[in-house]
């Protein structure tokens, strides 16, 4: 495979994930393919070297590509070189690409429940466990989510979550007292972490920080530790604060133009919701929590240095997770969620559940895929989903 830019790949049927999906969806009389497939695209913000790319999208689609219920290809464009972070809902809905990849806190208005899911970070200690909660809770407890997407034109076609949070300075920080006064990246809930701390909550998408360190105006970002490969904050920020601090949810890893979505044969459809799950999972634990152990693990070779500081930390994050139950649902509401208490009352009561499905799966991608999409996305009815 070539460079991502030019990659042209397909999605694929995954004959051995389908059997979920509606009898009507696979009855359906096949509609002969084209002689010269069409090219889609599909614009993501983030940097080529994001491992979202070649641990998730690209081998799933790899694989998918000779899927004959499938008859156009996907031309990856990646870096914002097409869409930037803020405006990815808005290029999938007005068709600038045909796919996009969105964070929600960038959407607040047009996307209120969704996020609501991703500001609820501190919830849920297992990554896999809290992904399928908020999954579960989204496509079949909550059809306002989906219509945020569909009303903005746009269907999510796959979400996920991103790995767990840390900290990482320009300059080393050993305890709570130490963030006084320092810039933090640090975008919704987080915000509310960062006052905690003594610090000043900055919002930027993270692409930007590494010119934003070196001109002086950020000094610390909390995010996955992927982002220090992926966009260069390895020699920027190498101070590691290595205390887990929580982990967003709701991530729109594949959204979808509508009317491109409703102009797909229902057999299309079907073959697409098949592999969501496993595109949610392999986006989940091979671009996010891999790539942080993996980091961590090359510690030395790289010059980090991670610490985890004398107590405080933990101490911080404890007392913000007891508090964000209440914050969230008062933020949710304020922007015009009308039943966020049952939102979160409905991810919280599913975690269980999702907890004894993870520990037959732990972080094997292929495990965890099979149960989002046995549990998730096998019952999304491709007759009527994203239709309306």
């Not at 999938?92 to 929600?104: C, E, G, I, Q, Y």
């Not at 950020?218 to 992927?226: E, H, Q, T």
Request: aromatic share 8%; with cysteine; glycine share 10%.
């Amino acid at each position: 495979m070539s460079t991502r830019e030019e990659n042209m790949l397909g999605f694929a049927t995954g004959r051995r994930l389908r059997a979920g999906l509606s009898a009507a969806a696979l009855s359906v009389t096949c509609v002969a393919a084209p002689a010269v497939a069409e090219t889609m695209t599909f614009g993501a913000y983030m940097a080529p070297k994001h491992p979202f790319y070649d641990r998730a999208l690209e081998p799933l689609l790899e694989d998918l590509k000779a899927d004959p219920d499938i008859d156009f290809k996907v031309r990856v464009i990646p870096g914002g070189q097409l869409l930037g972070a803020r405006e990815s809902l808005e290029g999938a809905k007005n068709r600038l690409a045909d796919f996009s990849f969105v964070v929600p806190v960038y959407n607040r208005t047009e996307l209120p429940e969704i996020n609501l899911f991703f500001q609820f970070i501190a919830f849920g200690d297992n990554v896999v466990a809290g992904t399928g909660a908020v999954l579960e809770a989204m496509y079949l407890h909550c059809p306002q989510c989906l219509s945020n997407y569909t009303d903005n034109n746009t269907v999510p076609l796959a979400t996920g979550s991103g790995g767990q949070y840390r900290m990482f300075c320009k300059d080393p920080a050993n305890s709570v007292a130490d963030l006084k006064g320092r810039k933090i990246r640090a975008v919704g809930a987080l915000a509310r972490l960062v006052n905690m701390m003594g610090g000043t909550p900055i919002n930027m998408p993270a692409n930007e920080g590494v010119s934003a360190i070196q001109r002086g105006t950020l000094d610390c970002l909390i995010g996955p530790l992927a982002w220090m490969t992926s966009y260069g904050y390895v020699d920027t920020a190498p101070n590691i604060v290595n205390v887990p601090m929580g982990y967003v949810k709701g991530l729109g890893l594949v959204v979808m133009n509508k009317d491109r979505w409703q102009g797909l044969s229902t057999e299309a459809r079907a073959a697409m919701l098949s592999h969501m799950g496993e595109l949610s999972a392999r986006s989940t634990i091979d671009a996010y929590l891999k790539p942080d152990e993996e980091l961590l693990s090359q510690a030395d070779e790289l010059g980090l240095k991670p610490t985890k500081g004398d107590g405080s930390f933990e101490e911080l994050f404890k007392a913000f997770g007891e508090a964000e139950v209440a914050e969230v649902i008062a933020a949710a509401e304020a922007s015009g969620v009308k039943n966020a208490a049952q939102l979160v009352e409905t991810v919280m009561n599913l975690y269980p559940k999702w907890l004894e499905i993870a520990e037959t799966t732990g972080n094997d991608p292929q495990k965890v895929g099979e149960a989002y999409t046995r549990e998730v996305y096998s019952k999304l009815d491709p007759d009527t989903f994203g239709m309306n």
